[in-house]
């Protein structure tokens, strides 16, 4: 199995910063790809960045220029860089990881992390 275990939510200003980071155990050696996304009240559940297991990259347009996924290695943790954040990005983030593929919406992703929330004074 994998664990994964999200850290790093919290309550900003607009236009501040924040990283969170997503901790995965057990057998890491399964992923092929860990992304996040993020859910708000009243919204559906959205795919934010991915980052695979060759290190590609990918962003939704809503974030592109402002957020960076990123990780040392297959072992370490992965970190989403969250920079002049919006109040609209006020979500629960969740850190995700498959064998194969992250869906748009979250449906049939293999593991799932706990959520941190995110919060952003307008």
């Known amino acids: 199995q994998v664990q994964l275990v999200e850290s790093g939510g919290g309550l900003v200003q607009a236009g501040g910063s924040l990283r969170l980071s997503c901790v995965a155990s057990?057998?890491?050696?399964?992923?092929?790809?860990m992304g996040w996304y993020r859910q708000a009240p009243g919204n559906q559940r959205d795919l934010v960045a991915t980052?695979?297991?060759?290190?590609?990259?990918d962003y939704a347009e809503s974030v592109k220029g402002r957020f960076t996924i990123s990780r040392d290695n297959a072992q370490a943790p992965v970190y989403l860089q969250m920079n002049s954040l919006k109040p609209e990005d006020t979500a629960v983030y969740y850190c995700?990881?498959?064998?194969?593929?992250?869906?748009?919406?979250?449906?049939?992703?293999?593991?799932w992390g706990q959520g941190t929330q995110v919060t952003v004074s307008s």
């Open positions: 057990g057998r890491i050696s399964s992923i092929n790809v």
């Open positions: 980052i695979t297991s060759g290190g590609s990259t």
């Open positions: 995700a990881a498959d064998r194969l593929r992250l869906p748009r919406k979250g449906q049939g992703c293999d593991w």
